[in-house]
DNA sequence: CATATGACACTAT
DNA sequence: AATAGTGCCATAT
């Protein structure tokens, strides 16, 4: 059973949104390092659940939030769905981890 | 207000 | 390097 309230204007799900949105093709970015973007450094469990609802589907590239030890993390679709997109990306997936991990992550400013 | 849940992170083993 | 335990946060009930 899915929860968390899309309608929420303005709220913490909204911020998650939005800096994901921002994502570019072929990058990558951890929970943590969206919810530190968004001011609230520590809330990354937070930011999975935020995404676990997907409101904005395809809009919101939530493929590209991965965990910071370098595995791809959860999908609502199932991991090997996410793990393709990724790779649609241009960023290669091994036994659920990224490749050249290090290299893919995405720095917000 | 208290308890439970989960697409996480960090530390110790 | 892989696993287990503990801590954290925002929502749901």
């Known amino acids: 059973m899915k929860y968390f309230t899309q309608n929420t204007s303005n709220s913490f ?4 949104y ?5 994502i570019p093709r072929g990058r990558v970015v951890t929970y943590g390092q969206i919810a530190k973007a ?11 659940n935020a995404l ?3 409101p904005y589907a395809p809009v919101v590239p939530c493929h590209r939030v991965v965990k ?3 595995k791809i993390g959860g999908f609502v679709s199932g991991s090997k769905v996410k793990a393709g997109l990724l790779r649609r990306d ?3 997936v091994r036994d659920g981890k990224i490749v050249d991990f290090e290299k893919k992550i995405f720095h917000f400013n």
Do not use: F, M, Q, Y
């Not at 799900?13 to 998650?16: E, G, I, K, R, S």
């Not at 968004?38 to 999975?48: D, H, L, N, T, Y």
């Open 90 to 92: 241009g960023v290669k």
């Open 38 to 48: 968004i001011g609230r450094p520590g809330a990354s469990r937070a930011v999975g």
């Open 13 to 16: 799900a909204d911020l998650v």
């Open 68 to 70: 910071t030890d370098g």
């Open 18 to 22: 939005e800096k994901t949105s921002l």
């Open 52 to 54: 676990n609802c997907n």
